[in-house]
């Protein structure tokens, strides 16, 4: 069929649309093409010679700075410093002994350090850069640097590494830090990249270990070019990483570094808190050790002596260590007793000086008994059989609550390492811990702190904050995270009867300022400035009938490890209480002889913000005082030392 004159036009005009649009699609094909080949032959040229020669662009993580931590004060203590090293790269060295030997004539080398880094080149690959020595100074580096042509593979190099300014004093608070192990790996379900850097270090213990992530930061990253060989040939990118963020933590150095002075030959522990916050001022424990020692790698020699220490050195006694509470549990029984009433605040009990409960006699400390006594009298001169009768009527279930109420069986919330929550037990427990029954004989050991009843110097230093401001005070220790205030530990009403801790509060006010009272030779003088406080003792070995008839032999008589602990509870000024404490002396003997002093010189240079007056002491302690005052001062640190009243 013949087509007409416009369809032939109109076939055309398909017809050349459609060749227009496929040379279109062409062109713009082939100017693609054309595009990504120039930008390949040119622009990338460099790029794509050095892949065809094997080489390759690595990632490699950048370390962030660790996060600094400040006392109170704004006084560092856990910082970043300058830390110039010198490594070697086996591939470079050539001859490593001739490499090694100049550098030793330029630079003082520990033979070990040399030994330790000879074993780690053969363990790693030739062109891994390895540490031979750190923290060299600077004009160790400049020497370095001149000699340069004649120590090939040797290169200077510097870096952060953590510092402990305050050393000792802060150890078990702060911690230390120290390079991932394989059993930190073990323990994290998915670890940050940056744990798998070479000797990249992490918090162990105390605030470094509990507010890891805090400290850590972010890592960076350095795009480098490497070639077949693995050896670094040049940086073509980085980018820094984000630091950790800085904490401010409630301990004020300056009365932590006394109060370690202060404790210094025992084997002790000492918590002070401010009421206002419930902020932690001082946690010290005796002996303690330089965690700079950890930074770099422990030596045998130090680990050892650490280890070996028989006063535990490494322990944080404040916090971890969990003792019998001795006579300082008995505002615990005594309160118990009053809330649940079976017993008034004028009533008396008779001490004969023992108490026989079902053919079991226990004894007071007096031998020959108080007599008729009451509550007021019975804290005042620490009566034994006073709480043996009331624990009876009132029973360990009132009084275990009554404990956990005060801050006791229970484990504070802090960023620490291995936080106590020492024991209130109840008839429940027995039961599902040992499958016995409770007895009543239990409960009266229990009355007085002995028997099951376990709490650390931190839990007893929250009891006397809360029997002195009848809040829920709860010890915090971070005070700011990155400039962020954290939460208050002022706590709510206990709910407990205000008229009877007023009773217990005046009581403890005797022991220390009455004639009687068990702690009247460590009393402070001043009104504004008076101390209320507890003794207790704590038997670590049971006294056989024998031994009594016989005669108790002196704890003084006795080796060290079976004396008894020494304990003193307190809060100051009475009238307007600032600061609760608790201080445990390992097997010091009586708490009035060995931890009541320690309490009241504690108590007041942290009242004074310094030392104290002479005169707040009685006077036939002053001579002996200013001698104390000058050792100590000696010893702080000048940085440390505090001055003016707080």
């Given at each position: 069929?013949?087509?007409?004159?416009?369809?032939?036009?109109?076939?055309?005009?398909?017809?050349?649309?459609?060749?227009?649009?496929?040379?279109?699609?062409?062109?713009?094909?082939?100017?693609?093409?054309?595009?990504?080949?120039?930008?390949?032959?040119?622009?990338?040229?460099?790029?794509?010679?050095?892949?065809?020669?094997?080489?390759?662009?690595?990632?490699?993580?950048?370390?962030?700075?660790?996060?600094m931590i400040f006392d109170r004060n704004g006084i560092p203590i856990a910082a970043n410093e300058q830390?110039?090293?010198?490594?070697?790269?086996?591939?470079?060295?050539?001859?490593?002994?001739?490499?090694?030997?100049?550098?030793?004539?330029?630079?003082?080398?520990?033979?070990?350090?040399?030994?330790?880094?000879?074993?780690e080149m053969k363990r790693r690959s030739p062109f891994v850069p390895v540490t031979i020595a750190d923290r060299l100074s600077w004009e160790d580096v400049a020497r370095i640097n001149l000699n340069t042509p004649a120590l090939p593979g040797i290169q200077a190099d510097v870096g952060l590494s953590r510092v402990y300014p305050a050393g000792a004093?802060?150890?078990?608070?702060?911690?230390?830090?120290?390079?991932?192990?394989?059993?930190?790996?073990?323990?994290?379900?998915?670890?940050?990249?940056?744990?798998?850097?070479?000797?990249?270090?992490?918090?162990?213990?105390?605030?470094?270990?509990?507010?890891?992530?805090?400290?850590?930061?972010?890592?960076?990253t350095r795009r480098i070019e490497v070639n077949a060989a693995g050896r670094i040939m040049r940086e073509l990118d980085r980018q820094e990483g984000t630091s950790g963020k800085d904490v401010q933590l409630t301990i004020d150095s300056?009365?932590?570094?006394?109060?370690?002075?202060?404790?210094?030959?025992?084997?002790?522990?000492?918590?002070?808190?401010?009421?206002?916050?419930?902020?932690?001022?001082?946690?010290?424990?005796?002996?303690a050790f330089d965690p700079n020692?950890?930074?770099?790698?422990?030596?045998?020699?130090?680990?050892?002596?650490?280890?070996?220490?028989?006063?535990?050195?490494?322990?944080?006694?404040?916090?971890?260590?969990?003792?019998?509470?001795?006579?300082?549990?008995?505002?615990?029984?005594?309160?118990?007793?009053?809330?649940?009433?079976?017993?008034?605040?004028?009533?008396?009990?008779?001490?004969?000086?023992?108490?026989?409960?079902?053919?079991?006699?226990?004894?007071?400390?007096k031998r020959g008994g108080h007599g008729n006594i009451n509550l007021h009298e019975s804290l005042k001169q620490s009566c034994d059989c006073y709480y043996y009768e009331i624990a009876q009527r009132v029973g360990i279930d009132k009084m275990a609550e009554m404990a956990r109420k005060l801050g006791l069986g229970i484990k504070h919330d802090l960023p620490l390492s291995a936080v106590a929550s020492g024991l209130a037990p109840d008839k429940a427990w027995k039961s599902e811990v040992r499958g016995e029954d409770w007895r009543i004989g239990d409960t009266v050991n229990a009355s007085i702190g002995q028997g099951y009843v376990l709490a650390s110097p931190l839990?007893?230093?929250?009891?006397?904050?809360?029997?002195?401001?009848?809040?829920?005070?709860?010890?915090?220790?971070?005070?700011?995270?990155?400039?962020?205030?954290?939460?208050?530990?002022?706590?709510?009403?206990?709910?407990?009867?205000?008229?009877?801790l007023r009773r217990v509060r005046a009581s403890m006010n005797d022991v220390c300022n009455h004639r009687r009272g068990t702690a009247y030779r460590s009393r402070i003088l001043g009104d504004d400035v008076k101390m209320a406080g507890k003794t207790g003792t704590s038997q670590v070995r049971r006294i056989t009938p024998e031994e009594r008839a016989a005669g108790v032999t002196k704890n003084e008589d006795l080796p060290w490890e079976r004396r008894d602990h020494a304990l003193f509870v307190s809060f100051a000024p009475f009238d307007k209480p600032r600061y609760a404490l608790s201080v445990v002396v390992e097997h010091g003997g009586g708490g009035s002889k060995a931890a009541a002093p320690?309490?009241?010189?504690?108590?007041?240079?942290?009242?004074?913000?310094?030392?104290?007056?002479?005169?707040?002491?009685?006077?036939?302690?002053?001579?002996?005082?200013?001698?104390?005052?000058?050792?100590?001062?000696?010893?702080?640190?000048?940085?440390?030392?505090?001055?003016?009243?707080?």
């Open positions: 069929m013949k087509r007409s004159p416009k369809d032939v036009i109109e076939s055309a005009r398909t017809v050349s649309r459609r060749a227009l649009v496929v040379g279109g699609a062409q062109v713009a094909v082939i100017g693609a093409l054309g595009w990504r080949l120039q930008s390949m032959q040119v622009e990338q040229a460099d790029q794509f010679r050095l892949l065809a020669e094997e080489n390759r662009i690595n990632i490699r993580l950048l370390p962030p700075a660790r996060g830390n110039y090293r010198v490594v070697m790269v086996r591939e470079d060295a050539g001859d490593i002994g001739e490499v090694l030997a100049r550098l030793t004539e330029l630079v003082e080398i520990d033979p070990d350090d040399l030994t330790r880094a000879m074993d004093d802060l150890a078990h608070v702060v911690g230390y830090v120290g390079p991932v192990s394989d059993y930190d790996l073990s323990r994290i379900d998915d670890p940050d990249p940056l744990l798998q850097i070479p000797k990249f270090q992490i918090g162990k213990t105390g605030a470094e270990n509990k507010l890891e992530q805090t400290l850590r930061g972010s890592a960076g300056r009365l932590q570094s006394y109060v370690q002075a202060r404790l210094d030959g025992e084997s002790a522990g000492a918590v002070l808190i401010d009421l206002e916050h419930g902020d932690l001022r001082a946690i010290a424990s005796a002996p020692l950890f930074v770099r790698g422990i030596s045998v020699r130090d680990w050892t002596d650490l280890n070996e220490n028989k006063y535990r050195p490494l322990a944080a006694k404040a916090i971890q260590g969990a003792y019998p509470p001795g006579s300082t549990f008995k505002m615990v029984t005594a309160l118990a007793a009053f809330e649940a009433g079976v017993v008034g605040p004028n009533e008396t009990v008779y001490c004969p000086g023992h108490t026989d409960v079902f053919g079991i006699r226990f004894h007071c400390w839990q007893l230093a929250v009891m006397s904050a809360r029997i002195a401001t009848g809040r829920e005070v709860t010890p915090r220790l971070v005070r700011l995270i990155d400039g962020v205030e954290q939460p208050s530990g002022l706590g709510e009403n206990l709910g407990i009867n205000e008229n009877v320690i309490a009241r010189d504690i108590m007041l240079q942290a009242l004074y913000g310094g030392p104290p007056p002479l005169d707040a002491y009685p006077e036939a302690d002053r001579d002996r005082i200013a001698d104390q005052q000058r050792r100590i001062e000696a010893r702080i640190p000048p940085g440390s030392r505090g001055s003016g009243r707080a």
